[in-house]
């Protein structure tokens, strides 16, 4: 079964200091991958995609993420933080049909990681 | 302006109680989703529908129902059955046309079982 694991359900971090989010994933073939964010009492909103066009893929207020396959991982970073990211992030991935024999669209989520800003 | 709600935001029901919560898009997306939050626990999938008046138990179906009479709504019943009902309830849409499409999601209803 394919799955998504997000290492550490808290970070926390000073403002300006780099935001380093850890996502690995388990999947025989190369899956598409996603970051979301969500901030409280909201839904989740997309801020990257991985989609085999690039292993560096960047995305909205900053972010970006690396896909490496040798490490099934997809990291989420961003160089400064800012007080306003403090949310919820959560890593997904899109099996493959082929080995999930589901439905296409479907997203398998991470537990998420919860990012603090110190000021 | 596109996108997906949900209402109510907040819905209190007593136990033993039917309530059900609206999902509306406008986006033409084809499939629609379900999804229930508790803390740590990240989102689980309840159920799906990728065409009109058809729908597909997720991982935790058990105690809720749906139903897709019509394209842009995707409404669901929390019954009697749920034991915990008590969660914040994310509904989401996607294209449906390829494996890469993202899913968009509506604002959340919070239930809390009274």
């Known amino acids: 079964a394919q799955s998504v694991t997000q290492l550490g359900s808290h970070v926390s971090v000073s403002e300006g200091a780099l935001v380093l989010l850890r996502c690995n994933y388990s999947s025989s073939v190369p899956p598409y991958l996603f970051w979301y964010v969500q901030y409280p009492n909201q839904g989740l909103q997309l801020l990257l995609k991985y989609t085999s066009a690039a292993t560096l893929v960047k995305g909205i207020n900053g972010f970006e993420a690396e896909f490496k396959k040798s490490e099934t991982s997809f990291h989420l970073t961003k160089p400064s933080a800012h007080m306003s990211d403090a949310a919820e992030y959560f890593c997904a991935v899109s099996p493959s049909t082929m080995n999930y024999g589901g439905s296409q669209g479907n997203l398998i989520f991470g537990k998420g990681t919860k990012l603090s800003v110190k000021p | 302006d596109g996108g997906i709600t949900q209402s109510p935001k907040y819905l209190f029901r007593k136990e033993g109680q039917n309530v059900t919560l609206s999902c509306e898009q406008n986006?033409?997306?084809?499939?629609m989703y379900w999804y229930r939050q508790d803390p740590g626990q990240g989102l689980r999938l309840i159920y799906y529908?990728?065409?009109?008046?058809?729908?597909q138990k997720g991982d935790i179906a058990e105690g809720y129902s749906v139903s897709r009479e019509k394209k842009e709504s995707f409404p669901l019943t929390v019954t009697s059955a749920q034991k915990n009902p008590t969660a914040f309830y994310l509904c989401a849409s996607s294209l449906l046309a390829g494996e890469n499409d993202e899913q968009f999601f509506g604002p959340g209803t919070r239930l809390t079982v009274l």
């Open positions: 529908s990728q065409i009109v008046n058809d729908f």
């Open positions: 986006l033409n997306h084809d499939a």
